[in-house]
């Protein structure tokens, strides 16, 4: 099972899921740039890669397809629960995942053929402090403040839920504009860790839509942690109810906010694809 995969997405959110055990070859900045690069790679929005943990059942590792690394993602993770299942990593439905954004609880709540079809994944808590996200403020939440570019100035909500977001709300919603302006706003000195972005319009109170913008991967059709990041927002600002049906051009995801702030999280994931990558493919690796 040497350099075995499985490619996978949620919502047309696409990862590849390896076993660090099984590859031999070192996730380097360029062989991940390389794993995931369409031409020359299998093509991806990042890989995932299971490891050992002494805090969870497992531990995951989430590398963007520019080589940094993730704290969280909740496509992510649902696709990561789906191969622990489908793959026998474990028997049990629920199970708890160790990331850098910390534990996570997931749970198959739909199988369909004896694979998992439907994941539940605990998503942890939001957090507003501007320090913890990180944001640079000078008040203790970043709320309806402004952010000014090189030419144009939005007013900006930023939290954090395991990894740092930044959500603008919009009457109509842009994929040109965010691909315009996602970049320059990932990297703005006002976040020091980079950030997420999600262009946000609400539809009820019960239905949000977004676009998004993923830091280290570019415009994505769906996401997890930031339908999490936009359906806390929405609730901290009083715009939505506690339970939320976050829409994306890959599809919708049902999220609830809990009182605490906990956030929960369902949806469907699909595999694409499993195999080995070549020799030739693994000759080209640095």
Known sequence: MKNFFVKSHGLGNDYIVMNSQDITFDMSVPNIKTVCDVHYGIGSDGILLL?????????LRILNPDGSEAEKSGNGLRIFAK???DYGHTKSKSFSIDTLGGVVTAE????????????KVDMGKAIFEADKIPVISDQN???????????????INCVSVG?????ILKDELSEAEIKQ?????ENHPKFPNRINLQFAKVLSPNEVEIRIWERGAGYTLASGSSSSAVAAMMVKKG???RKITMKMPGGELKLE????WEIQMIGEVREIASGYLSQELLNDLI
């Not at 939440?141 to 007013?155: A, H």
């Open 51 to 59: 490891t050992n943990s002494n805090k969870a059942d497992f531990g």
């Open 83 to 85: 191969y622990l299942y």
């Open 108 to 119: 198959v709540i739909e199988t369909r053929h004896n694979k998992a079809r439907m994941i």
């Open 141 to 155: 939440e970043c709320i309806d403040q402004e952010l000014q570019l090189k030419d144009k100035t939005y007013l």
């Open 163 to 167: 990894n740092p977001h930044c959500v």
């Open 181 to 185: 302006y996602g970049s320059e706003i």
């Open 239 to 241: 715009l939505a109810n």
């Open 257 to 260: 906010i809990a009182e605490d």
